[in-house]
């Protein structure tokens, strides 16, 4: 699950590098990380339950990339942490 982040994240960031602009993931942008560990984590359900494993990888990354699309549709995003002014 941890490679599939990996890979899903800094794919984006090469991509944004080699288009010569700041990497969205280092910008306050919609989610990215955070849709492909939900669908890692469900990938890694279906194979607890002993789910056919391709029916678990469709529906990990259905989940990931359902969940990246409505991100970018309404504008979801995490939320900012705050610091404390001492």
């Not at 090469?14 to 602009?21: A, G, K, Q």
């Not at 279906?46 to 990339?65: C, N, S, Y």
């Amino acid at each position: 699950m941890g490679m599939g982040v990996i890979t899903a994240t800094f794919g984006g960031v090469i991509c944004d590098v080699l288009c010569n602009e700041i990497p969205r993931i280092f910008r306050r942008t919609e989610l990215h990380a955070t849709c492909a560990f939900a669908g890692g984590w469900l990938f890694i359900a279906g194979e607890a339950v002993d789910a056919p494993r391709p029916l678990a990888i469709a529906a990990g990354a259905a989940l990931a990339f359902g969940l990246r699309m409505a991100a970018v549709g309404r504008g979801w995003r995490l939320p900012e942490l705050r610091r404390s002014d001492e």
